[in-house]
């Protein structure tokens, strides 16, 4: 589960991108047939246990899907993505306690940014190391560059191994950046050009891509693999944009009669 920025953890988990750019539109052909919305997104199928909205909210949640795992002996891990930011709200510190005193199966990890919307980790957290506070729970931990692709899937397979194997979680925290606004509205002036040019030279796609060619990948199927995303990408949105809007119903209002 994720936070409100789940669109790319939906797609990683295997959500397909129609439905996740059906929900963005609010259509009824959505995940959440358009009654989600972007910030919602949840899928029974892939396990994908959602978007939330409010910041830090979903991981206690992270904690009793973890535990439910656990109950069931069914081998399965929780995986838990949020900001830093969420670092600071009570669920967090509630869901870190009851990870580590029950020993349950969860990855919690911190997709560090560097900003909680326009305020810098520096203006909101007394100790920047997120990671830090699994040694007051005797948790095991880990921080690391985020944009690194193969790094990531690296360290994250330990940890789900370490869960997948002992049983026990970890609090992970990877650094990394937004190079947009928070949202559509925020047009990030809080923040020098230099300071979003310097992060952008550590972009992961172009990293990625770089490590890639330098390994003796052809350039041809690169490209031929960006052309099959971009035209993943828009036929999704075609299809959002050709679907339905979502049904009006919604069971809690209640009708004037
Ligand atoms: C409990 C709660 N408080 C405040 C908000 C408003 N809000 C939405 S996003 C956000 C910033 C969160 O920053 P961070 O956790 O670092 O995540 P990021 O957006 O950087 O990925 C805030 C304060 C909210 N959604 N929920």
């Known amino acids: 589960m994720a936070t409100y920025r789940e669109h790319g953890h939906a797609y990683a988990k295997g ?48 904690a009793g899907a973890a535990f439910a795992a656990k109950y069931r002996g069914d081998g399965r891990v929780a995986l838990c993505f949020f900001g830093e930011g969420a670092s600071t709200i009570g669920g967090f510190a509630e869901g870190l306690a009851l990870a580590a005193l029950w020993k349950l199966p969860v990855v919690l990890i911190c997709e560090n940014n560097q900003y909680s919307m326009g305020t810098p980790v520096y203006r909101s957290l007394a ?31 330990e940890a789900i191994d370490r869960a997948r194997t002992t ?11 937004r190079f947009r606004g928070h949202s559509m509205s925020d047009p990030g002036l809080y923040r020098t050009k230099e300071e979003v040019e310097e992060w952008k030279r550590r972009d992961p796609l172009n990293r990625c891509r770089q490590r890639l060619l330098e390994i003796g990948f052809p350039t041809e ?10 035209a993943e990408i828009e ?8 679907s339905p809007a979502a049904d009006e119903y919604l069971p809690y209002v209640i009708k004037e009669s």
Do not use: Q, W
């Not at 729970?137 to 397979?157: E, L, N, Q, S, T």
């Not at 199927?221 to 971009?230: N, Q, R, S, T, Y």
């Not at 036929?235 to 050709?242: G, I, L, M, P």
């Open 127 to 157: 100790v920047e190391d997120v990671s830090l506070r699994a040694l007051a729970h005797g948790m095991a931990r880990d921080r690391f560059d985020g944009d690194d692709v193969i790094k990531v899937k690296r360290r994250i397979a």
């Open 167 to 177: 049983g026990e979680p970890t609090l992970v925290e990877v650094v990394t950046y």
């Open 15 to 62: 959500v397909a991108a129609r439905p996740i750019l059906a929900e963005l539109y609010g259509k009824k052909t959505g995940c959440v047939k358009g009654l989600g919305g972007s910030m919602h997104i949840f899928d029974k199928a892939t396990n994908f246990l959602g978007g939330y909205g409010i910041v830090g909210g979903h991981v206690p949640i992270a």
């Open 235 to 242: 036929d999704a949105v075609k299809f959002a944009e050709d």
């Open 221 to 230: 199927e690169l490209d031929a693999l960006e052309a099959d995303v971009k």
